[in-house]
Each structure stands twice: as structure tokens, then as C-alpha cells.
């Protein structure tokens, strides 16, 4: 009995201590790659933190910038609403005829599925500069390209909630004889609808997010604001522009945080 | 149900009347012929089951409504409603540039399709550079992960509130909702000026995200261990760490490994994209490069593909892993 449990405990420290060895391997393998140094890394982050808090506070005369900052935060967030809402819409119809309980099956699911990953893992800088070359410096190409992103992540998400959730409802409604259409408008939509919704707003405030990188590459939003501070040296009103982000970004995760609980 | 009871001046001001149950006596009590009889005991039944559902919500006619929407749903449709409105305002506001609109369209689709279809070299790197410029990312994203691992592990045992305090567990969980709030891009370019160019920035930039990642993902895991193991242990006289390593750690490796996993792929992603701003190296500066400055699709297409290949094989494997470890039913 004794011998039994200790071999239980041996094994499980030695699993233990191979994952740990397995990380420390990978670590030393990949810093020695790239060239890191974990050393002056580790002496860096305080020293960079420093240089931040000192470099990076809104001066008084940053504020005069607020308007601008502002006004291009707005438009930033409504883009990213409309990005993610209407990519939602049509990543739910694409989902629905690509589900595995509701779908029409066959090739269309594996086709589905398959333009979902790419649209998800095309990286979005190249979204950026195929957008660039043809719409140009507008709001619309920073909305287009977190179109396209959010439209693989969604249709990936929402796969897997509908089936995870309609399941035994469309199978009686399709015992009782019901059609295509009336299936899915009184079994998935209203079986899915709250997780629907909860995806959407974890989209927006991702989107917020990540206009922050696409508004640079693509001269856009409040990232183009950024860019321009930040490659000017004027490191008060870029940190101005990041307090602003956070703001936006907590105030964005309240709300939705509020939304969900009330929905669920 | 709850609504109903929550708000019985509502629903009684929705019922017809008082008198229903008085009706229903004067119903029984008139004899009559044997259909107008039965005729009126229906009737009396009627009222009577009205009677039963005084709180029942009835039309403007007096019928009961078999469809009513309770709070949840008016909070659905309002939201649905807020977020179409907004979304209509966005677009009819937005600034479409000069462009000719479906020249433009058709213009990037063509693009696009360049992109995929004719995938090539064209002299500025050799397939060496770009294979080095993707090991360079893939070993970023290992580097971010593991050291971010590492360090969430140790705070995610603070920030679960069942090993923890209230306070600390707050504490942590108010610093990572900021660290999540800055965009990992601007970490990055933040360290960037702030220790210089190299792959430290990067790495440093990066681990933020990734550390709040895990730290959520690990300390929400922790509390789900079961509270009665911990007591046991804990009334044997074990101390906090011999409780962590006895009963948190080996119930939750293999989940803790595959949230860790699943944090490589986005942070794979995301040392590409950073790579292209930051200055970071890796296949992300060599997309920057060719899309930017070299404006050429075909080499777009090349390194987009031998992104796709690893971030396709990357999502396999962690949804395999989620399905299997992580979520319970």
C-alpha cells in the first residue's frame, strides 16, 4: 500500500520537474536564438518603469491636445462598434449555416470553417497594407480591416456556442415538423442570443484595443494620434493619449460587465 | 416568475376587475335549462381560474398575454437596439476618403487574391531570411509565455480568493484589468523607448497581456478546487505551501499547461504584429517591409502564407486542448 502510494508521489513530483525542465530548455533555447538577456532584462523592467513614470506623465501643456485626442477616441470607438456589430451579424448567419446542428451540411461546413480560420489568422498587418493600397488614409480602412479580423474570431465563437447550446431544441423542433427558417428563428436565435451578445461586447473592447495597432499602420483613429506624438518625442501627450485608451477601455468593461449581468 | 411577484401592483392593475369572483357565484347559483347550465359553469370555471391568476398580464381586451417579456428580454432588445443604433450612426458618419468606392473594393479584392494566389520571392530577402524571420517570432512568442507563465503562476496563487485574502486577491486582479487595459502594442513601444530597441522591449512589452492572461486564467481555475481538500489539509497542520503544491498544483497541471498553450498562439500573433510597428525583428518587420516600403503583394503573400501554416497548426491544437482539459460538462 505504502510502496503503491509513493510511487503515486514519485511519479507526480518527476512530471513535475519534467515540465519544469521542459521551460527552463524552451527558455534557454529560444533567448539564445533571439539573443535575449535575461540578466539585463530583469534589471531593465525597473529602470524602464522609472524612465516611464518620469517620461510618460501628461504635462499641463499635453492637455491643450485633449480636444483632438478626444474627438479621434470617439471615432476609434464607434468604428470598433460598428466593426464588431456588423461583422457579428454576419459571422452569426455564417455560423448557423456552418453549425453541426442546424447547419446544411457537408462541404458548406468544412468551408465555413475553414474561411473563418483564415480570415482569423491572415495577420493583421497584412489586412492593413492590402486595405491601404486601395481605401487609402480613411476611417473606413481601419473599420474594414477590424471587419475582417473580428469576422474570423466571431464565426469561430459562435460555431461553437450554437452548437454547444441549441442542440436538443432544434431536434425537437424538428421532430415536430418544422422548417428551416423557423428553427433557427425559435431555437438557435433565442437559445444563443445572450452569448451572441456577451462575444459582441468582448469585441468591442478588444477592437478599442487593437484599433490602437491598426490606426497606426493604417493612419487612422486614435493609434494615428499616437504615432504622431510618440515618433515627434512628445512622450507628455503620448501618455496623455494612453491614459485616454485605458479610460475608454475600463469604462467599455464596466459597461459590458453591467450588460451581461443583466442578460445572463 | 420573480417578475411577477417583484411587481404585483402592475400585474393587479392589469386584472379586470375585482368583481370575477363574485360573477361566479351568481353563475352556480341560477338554474337553468341544461346546456345554458353547462354553458354557464363553463363560464363560472373561466372566472373562476381567472380568479386563481389575479396577477396574470392581460391584454386591453382582458385576454391573458401568452408572451411576456420579462426583464431579461427587454434587456436583450435594448442592447441589441443600442448597439444597432450606434453601429448605424458609425456608419453613416465615417469618413470614407476619396476613394471611388467599388473601384476600391474590386481593387482590393484583386489584392487580395494576388495575395493568395501568387504567393513569391522577389529578390528584397531569400527564403532563408524569412524561415530565420519566423523562428525569430515563434521564439519571442516561447520566450513571452514561458517567463509569463512563470510569473503568473506566482501571482494567480495570490489572486485566487480561496488561497489568498480578499484584499490582495482585489489588489492583483485591480492591477491586471490595467495592465490589460493598455494595448500590447504600446507596451511595447513604450519599453521600446524606454530600454531600447531588441528583442528585451519586445519580450517585456509582450508579457503584460500575457501575464494578466494567465493570471486570470490560472486563479479562476484555482478557485474551482475543491474547498474540502483544502480544509482537510489545512486542519492537518499544512502550511500554505504544502497546500498549494498537494492539492492546487497537481489537480490543475494539465489545465494550467493548456491555458498556457493557448496564451503561445495569441502571443505568436501578437510578436508578428508587433515585430511590424515596434521595430521588434522576426517575420513581423519582414511584413512591414515588403508591405511598406517594398510594396510588393507577392512577398506579402510568401509570408502571410508561412504565418497562416504556423497559426493554423498553433489553433488546432490548442481548441484539441481546450475541448479536452478545460471545459467541463
Known amino acids: 500500500m505504502e510502496a503503491v502510494g509513493g510511487q503515486f508521489f514519485r511519479r507526480r ?18 533567448g539564445g536564438y533571439v539573443g535575449f538577456d535575461f540578466v539585463a532584462s530583469i534589471a531593465d523592467i525597473p529602470a524602464g518603469i522609472a524612465w516611464m513614470a518620469s517620461n510618460f506623465v501628461p504635462s499641463v501643456e499635453s492637455f491643450e491636445k485633449i480636444g483632438q485626442i478626444l474627438s479621434s477616441l470617439g471615432s476609434t470607438v464607434l468604428v470598433s462598434i460598428a466593426a464588431s456589430c456588423t461583422a457579428a451579424a454576419l459571422a452569426f448567419a455564417f455560423a448557423v449555416l456552418g453549425s453541426r446542428s442546424v447547419g446544411i ?4 461546413s468544412v468551408a465555413v470553417r475553414a474561411i473563418a480560420s483564415l480570415f482569423r489568422n491572415i495577420p493583421v498587418v497584412a489586412w492593413a497594407f492590402i486595405l491601404l493600397f486601395s481605401f487609402k488614409q480613411s476611417e473606413f480602412t481601419g473599420f474594414f480591416a477590424l471587419f475582417l479580423t473580428s469576422f474570423g474570431y466571431l464565426t469561430r465563437c459562435y460555431l461553437e456556442s450554437i452548437d454547444e447550446v441549441s442542440g436538443g431544441s432544434v431536434e425537437a423542433l424538428r421532430a415536430t415538423g418544422a422548417g428551416y427558417f423557423p428553427i433557427v428563428a425559435q431555437a438557435v436565435v433565442p437559445m444563443s442570443i445572450t452569448s451572441v451578445i456577451s462575444w459582441v461586447l468582448y469585441m468591442i473592447e478588444t477592437n478599442i484595443r487593437d484599433a490602437t495597432l491598426i490606426g ?3 493612419g487612422t483613429g486614435i493609434g494615428f494620434v499616437f504615432d504622431l506624438y510618440y515618433k515627434s518625442f512628445r512622450y507628455d501627450i503620448a501618455g496623455l493619449v494612453i491614459v485616454m485608451i485605458v479610460i475608454a477601455v475600463i469604462v467599455c468593461e464596466a459597461v459590458s460587465n453591467y450588460v451581461r ?3 445572463i | 416568475m420573480t417578475n411577477r411577484e417583484k411587481n404585483p401592483a402592475l400585474a393587479g392593475a392589469a386584472t379586470p376587475g375585482a368583481s370575477a369572483p363574485e360573477t361566479a357565484a351568481a353563475g352556480t347559483a341560477t338554474p337553468g335549462a341544461a346546456v345554458t347550465e353547462a354553458a354557464a359553469a363553463c363560464v363560472s370555471a373561466l372566472s373562476e381560474h381567472a380568479a386563481d391568476l389575479p396577477f396574470a398580464r392581460r391584454t386591453r381586451t382582458g385576454k391573458i398575454k401568452t408572451r411576456v417579456m420579462g426583464k431579461q428580454n427587454a434587456a436583450v432588445a435594448l442592447t441589441l437596439g443600442i448597439l444597432a443604433g450606434l453601429t448605424v450612426f458609425s456608419l453613416v458618419t465615417m469618413n470614407y476618403g476619396k476613394v471611388a468606392f467599388f473601384t476600391a473594393f474590386g481593387q482590393a479584392a484583386e489584392d487580395f487574391l494576388m495575395m493568395m494566389l501568387q504567393p513569391g520571392l522577389a529578390g528584397h530577402f531569400t527564403l532563408a531570411d524569412v524561415v530565420t524571420g519566423l523562428f525569430v517570432s515563434i521564439a519571442l512568442a516561447v520566450l513571452t509565455t514561458f517567463i509569463g ?5 506566482v501571482l494567480s496563487l495570490f489572486a485566487a480568493v480561496n488561497l489568498s485574502n480578499r484584499m490582495l486577491s482585489n489588489a492583483i486582479k485591480a492591477l491586471m484589468s490595467f495592465f490589460r487595459a493598455v494595448p500590447t502594442i504600446l507596451w511595447v513601444l513604450v519599453f521600446t523607448v524606454a530600454i531600447g530597441l531588441g528583442p528585451e522591449a519586445a519580450v517585456i512589452g509582450l508579457l503584460f497581456h500575457s501575464v494578466a492572461y494567465l493570471v486570470k486564467a490560472y486563479s479562476e481555475s484555482f478557485e474551482e478546487v475543491d474547498p474540502g481538500v483544502l480544509e482537510a489539509l489545512r486542519s492537518c497542520g499544512a502550511s500554505w505551501w504544502q497546500t498549494v503544491f498537494a492539492a492546487v498544483v497537481p489537480v490543475k497541471t494539465s489545465e494550467m499547461l493548456s491555458w498556457t498553450f493557448i496564451r503561445f498562439e495569441i502571443n505568436f500573433v501578437n510578436a508578428v504584429a508587433v515585430g511590424a510597428v515596434a521595430g521588434a525583428g522576426g517575420i513581423g518587420y519582414q511584413l512591414f517591409l515588403a508591405g511598406s516600403f ?3 503583394i507577392h512577398e506579402v503573400g510568401l509570408i502571410v502564407y508561412l504565418c497562416l501554416a504556423v497559426a493554423v497548426v498553433l489553433e488546432v491544437a490548442a481548441t484539441k486542448l481546450r475541448k479536452r482539459y478545460i471545459v467541463h460538462s
Do not use: D, H, K, M
Not at chain 1, 513530483?13 to 529560444?30: M, T
Open chain 1, 105 to 108: 451540411g457537408g462541404p458548406v
Open chain 1, 261 to 263: 449581468r443583466q442578460i
Open chain 1, 13 to 30: 513530483s518527476l512530471s513535475i520537474v519534467a515540465v519544469f525542465l521542459v521551460f527552463v530548455i524552451a527558455n534557454a533555447l529560444a
Open chain 2, 294 to 296: 517594398y510594396y510588393n
Open chain 1, 216 to 218: 497606426i499602420l493604417t
Open chain 2, 149 to 153: 507563465a512563470v510569473i503568473a503562476f
